[in-house]
């Protein structure tokens, strides 16, 4: 027995919090590959809403010709954050940036949890499941109360409930709504917005695939004290791997958060491939355009698909119900032929898989796996 054993069990004192917890650890694409026993190239992996065209030639050579490893980075990203101003058209001063847009779902939370005596800031988080798991997930590390209000059948808000919520406690809530949402890439219509602005709310609206849908609310947060808007390089960009993620804040809290953000939270190549993805973004947008018209293409042909009903999306992934097959069943015949997917099965989402939209080549491959499956009532 060592010695702090003899005073205390170390594990018997983590936060009973994190007991709870899942860990959160997909299985890498190399280890799937070894699994399955099949060149990793061969995969047709559309299981994360990732880019299947990975970063622009521009952002690429940068990050080949990135030499200042050696270096820490900008801590408060200024030149990413100016070009970001200019791009989605508002003051840099109130873009942070983040360690992908995860990161700023924490930062954020940790801005309002309440002091060690339950004083002050915010101890609740509105989450409308089903939807992005990380708001839940960052609430309960930041032992915030967590209220779960159901999306509608259709998978809308249910901003009647939420205004129902409100008018019965109006303590102050951190409310997430992603726009589109994931999974089943459902804008939040501008009324809905604007009704849920008026709550006693902050509303982070969660943007992260909003360049394959446009209609953009970022320009709404100058005129607002209580909405966040949070953006991604991580999907239309296609930097998943490299981590940066924005938000939009209000001017309040900007500053704050600079405060207590990690001191060199985003890497200077990240900033790099970021910044250079920005300074030329036409093959960027024209892979949006692309992937755009093949998730239009891809959800008309898996309408006529007997084993699954789509759902249709704004994003760059398609949410679908399954038919005559168990979820496991379809895992392992997808897999058979090197196609990944994402498999739901709980909370709203029985039955579910979600497709993310890849090169025509991989769309194909995924329509004719499917159409070659038997109905079966
Ligand atoms: C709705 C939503 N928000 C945020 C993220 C995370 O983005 P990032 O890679 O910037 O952390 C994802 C990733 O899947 C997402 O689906």
């Not at 983040?98 to 924490?106: A, F, K, Y």
């Not at 901003?159 to 109006?170: N, R, S, T, W, Y």
């Not at 892979?287 to 999306?313: K, M």
């Amino acid at each position: 027995m060592s010695q702090g054993e003899e005073r205390f069990r170390i594990a018997d004192l983590i936060g009973a919090r994190v007991q709870g917890m899942q860990e959160y650890a997909p299985e890498p694409l190399a280890e799937t590959a070894r699994r399955l026993g099949v060149p990793m190239e061969t995969l047709i992996k559309l299981d994360a809403n990732e880019n299947p065209y990975g970063p622009t030639d521009r952002a690429a050579q940068v990050l080949r010709e990135y030499g200042e490893h050696h270096r820490y980075p900008d801590p408060i990203s200024r030149r990413l954050r100016q070009a970001i101003g200019a791009y989605i058209g508002v003051d840099p001063e109130q873009v942070l940036v983040g360690n992908g847009s995860d990161e700023l779902i924490d930062l954020l939370l940790r801005l309002f949890r309440p002091a060690p005596d339950a004083s002050g800031g915010i101890g609740q988080v509105l989450d409308c499941p089903p939807t992005f798991g990380m708001y839940s997930f960052y609430g309960v590390a930041n032992d915030m109360q967590v209220i779960e209000l159901p999306r509608l059948p259709d998978y809308a808000v249910d901003v009647a409930a939420i205004e129902a919520l409100c008018e019965k406690d109006p303590r102050p809530k951190v409310l997430f709504v992603a726009s589109p949402n994931n999974p089943d890439g459902q804008l939040l219509p501008e009324p809905a917005l604007r009704r849920l602005l008026a709550l006693p709310l902050l509303v982070v609206l969660d943007e992260a695939y909003i360049e394959f849908a446009g209609g953009s609310r970022a320009g709404w947060v100058a005129e607002r004290d209580n909405l966040v808007v949070l953006r991604t390089f991580s999907k239309w960009a296609g930097l998943a791997g490299l981590r940066v993620g924005y938000g939009v804040f209000p001017r309040a809290l900007a500053p704050a958060l600079l405060r207590l953000k990690s001191p060199y939270n985003v890497n200077g190549a990240a900033q790099a491939a970021a910044l250079a993805t920005l300074e030329d973004v036409a093959q960027a947008q024209e892979r949006v355009r692309l992937l755009v018209a093949e998730r239009e293409r891809l959800f008309r042909r898996l309408q006529g698909v007997a084993v699954v009903e789509p759902h249709p999306s704004a994003a760059n992934y398609i949410l679908c119900r399954v038919r005559g097959y168990s979820l496991e069943e379809l895992r392992q015949r997808m897999e058979a032929q090197g196609i990944l997917l994402r498999y739901y099965g709980r909370g709203g989402l029985e039955q579910c898989i979600r497709i993310s939209v890849g090169t025509p080549e991989q769309n194909d491959a995924v329509i004719a796996a499917l159409e070659a499956l038997p109905p079966r009532s």
